[in-house]
């Protein structure tokens, strides 16, 4: 039998290893080297796998979206601004512009120097080198470097291409008048709308719609030209044109600062009105304001007095007492009253303004010696209800409806809350309040031949196109006959002639007809009487055809009291200029000459 060796082969030491076993010393310092290209060709094939898997994502599934997001880091959408409406008088001259303008801005994060960029903008601008360093340096995207840049100083800025500088287009609004009818026109705020008077009224009107440009911007922040652009043209705004007249509203507003200003009162009026159509040729009021630097004026003087204010007419609310008398058939012109000294009525005595004894004054005499009893006496004639429905119909407490902010109503107490005391005090002009255009309203309706037409201080509407809207047709209301009309203006040519309190208002050539008033002031500070007035002249030209109305307030004097004194002198410089702009002659006809006593008992 053989013999079998016991010796087994040796199997590789990589397939059999023993727990124990030694690890060689060549394996610790660089491994098995068929191991270690199979690790890393997998890690080869992983991040490759990895990679291939993001450029589909990127690519495949959110390129789309992220060429979107890249684009619109680089799009910047701009506003198209409207160009706003003028505001022009009735012969087409400018009361408001509005002339282009830029505002300088800055992307601060592509303003690498800073200190450059402000020193090439300083001269230009005016303004300090460092706090220009200060607004072109940070991290914001968007800050106003600057506002209101005319296009040229933009263009000399545009030259210099400085990196994320930019401008964005804006607008000034300019009065060239700069206090030239402030009251009416209004004025805009800092964002360019309407913040008073008839630009805050007709906002919608001057303001258009804007539109709006996207473009693609390149390194640095400039435009790419070629690059495609979506625009959305804007729609410029209408243009309104008033009824005013910036000639005669000059001369107005000038008249009535002067006298302002020399009997130290609180503030005046002046209405100038057209009675046949209702427009307002006029609207003036001292003090005023810059409509430029509406910011740097007082608030009260950046409203509209003559619309908002209101005060009791006192005697200048008489005319429409005696033209109820006279048209009710129960007085004329010559009728007789015997006015005592005193004349009490429930538990008050009335006197006139000067103490006196028995008068015996006609009704012309009772309107130009303004006597208050005399008026009282004659109310009586068709009592208490019949005059309140009067003044009523002579727009008393209604709106006139100029759709002008903060038009004032007035008021007349409803009959039925009259006391004993009111029927006399309203009838010669206390105890109810008007403004001054519803005041000067009042005596256009008597120069009218009794018809009022409601006013108006907006002649159209002008847009682009060349179409012009104008208003409807104003409201007319038959308040008095033609032939009481008549009458009750040859009694207030009575006022302005000899022995009346108006002499002040005479016009040589022209025959005038108006009436003065100085009615007890309300401090609207504690809503009583004070001691103070506001003096009034209301008076027509020429008085037998009459074509213009002009209606004077001086409130709270402390120089002088009275209307024929404070307010007459003031109505005669405006009429007579503007019956000259308006080439409105003398009629050529002699003035009434009405008795204002008569004799016996």
């Not at 003036?284 to 209101?310: H, I, K, Q, W, Y």
């Not at 409601?454 to 308040?479: K, N, W, Y």
């Not at 200029?577 to 002699?590: D, E, F, K, N, S």
Request: contains cysteine; aromatic residues 6%.
């Amino acid at each position: 039998m053989a013999h079998t060796s016991t010796r087994h082969r040796a199997e590789p030491r990589s397939r059999f290893k023993s727990p124990n076993a030694e690890v060689p010393v060549a394996n610790l310092q660089l491994g098995n080297p068929y191991r270690r290209g199979g690790i890393l060709t997998l890690v080869t094939v992983i991040v490759l796998t990895i990679f291939a898997a993001r450029l589909i994502d990127l690519q495949a599934v959110r390129g789309e979206s992220l060429a979107a997001a890249a684009l619109d880091q680089r799009l910047r959408t701009v506003p198209i601004l409207a160009g706003r409406g003028a505001i022009i008088d009735t012969n087409g001259e400018p009361l408001a512009v509005t002339m282009q303008a830029r505002n300088l801005t800055v992307d601060q994060t592509l303003v690498t120097d800073p200190t450059a960029v402000a020193i090439a903008l300083s001269p230009i601008l005016g303004l300090d080198i460092g706090e220009l360093i200060t607004r072109l340096t940070g991290e914001r995207k968007f800050v106003y470097v600057a506002k209101d840049l005319t296009p040229q100083t933009w263009r000399l800025i545009e030259a210099l291409r400085l990196p994320g500088v930019f401008s964005e287009e804006t607008a000034r609004r300019i009065y060239p008048g700069e206090d030239l009818g402030a009251n009416v026109i209004g004025f805009v705020g800092a964002d360019g709308v309407g913040a008073g008077g008839i630009e805050y009224a007709y906002e919608a009107v001057l303001a258009g719609t804007a539109g709006s440009i996207t473009f693609e911007r390149g390194p640095g922040g400039r435009v790419i030209p070629t690059a495609q652009r979506d625009q959305v043209d804007a729609t410029a705004g209408a243009s309104v044109q008033l009824t005013i007249n910036r000639d005669i509203q000059y001369v107005a507003q000038e008249a009535i600062a002067a006298q302002v200003a020399a009997s130290r009162a609180d503030s005046g009026t002046v209405v100038v009105l057209d009675p046949k159509t209702g427009q307002i040729l006029a609207l003036a009021e001292a003090p005023t304001f810059d409509a430029n630097r509406a910011g740097a004026s007082a608030a009260a003087n950046r409203g509209n007095r003559a619309l908002s204010s209101v005060y009791e007419p006192g005697s200048t609310s008489k005319v429409m007492t005696l033209a109820a008398v006279v048209d009710q058939g129960m007085a004329t012109p010559y009728s007789t009253f015997t006015v005592p000294s005193g004349l009490k009525r429930g538990d008050k005595v009335f006197h006139d303004s000067e103490p006196h004894g028995t008068l015996r004054l006609t009704l012309a005499g009772v309107m130009a010696k303004s006597s208050n009893m005399g008026t009282i006496l004659a109310a009586e004639r068709i009592g208490g209800r019949t005059l309140y429905e009067y003044l009523k119909k002579f727009g008393i407490g209604e709106k006139i409806g100029l759709n002008f902010p903060g038009e004032s109503p007035g008021k007349v107490p409803k009959y039925k809350d009259w006391s004993v005391t009111s029927f006399p005090t309203i009838a010669f002009g206390q105890g109810l309040s008007v403004n001054a255009v519803q005041a000067a309203s009042v005596y256009a309706t008597i120069a009218n031949d009794g018809v009022r037409v409601q006013p108006s201080l907006v002649a159209g509407v002008l847009h682009e196109d060349g179409l012009v809207e104008r208003p409807p047709a104003p409201t007319m209301t038959q308040v008095v006959s033609a032939e009481t009309a008549k009458q009750v203006r040859a009694m207030l040519e009575s006022v302005v002639g000899q022995g009346g309190t108006g002499v002040n208002a005479k016009i040589p050539g022209y025959r005038i007809g108006g009436k003065t008033g100085t009615a007890m002031y309300v401090d609207p500070a504690c809503g009583c009487y004070n001691g103070g007035v506001v003096a009034s002249f209301i008076g027509m030209a020429p008085a037998d055809n009459a074509q213009l109305v002009v209606a004077v307030s001086v409130v709270n004097p402390r120089i002088g009291r009275y209307g024929g004194e404070l307010a007459a002198p003031v109505f005669k410089e405006v009429m007579t200029y503007a019956l000259q702009t308006q080439r409105i002659p003398p009629t050529g006809t002699r003035s009434a000459n009405l008795a204002l006593t008569f004799s016996g008992g």
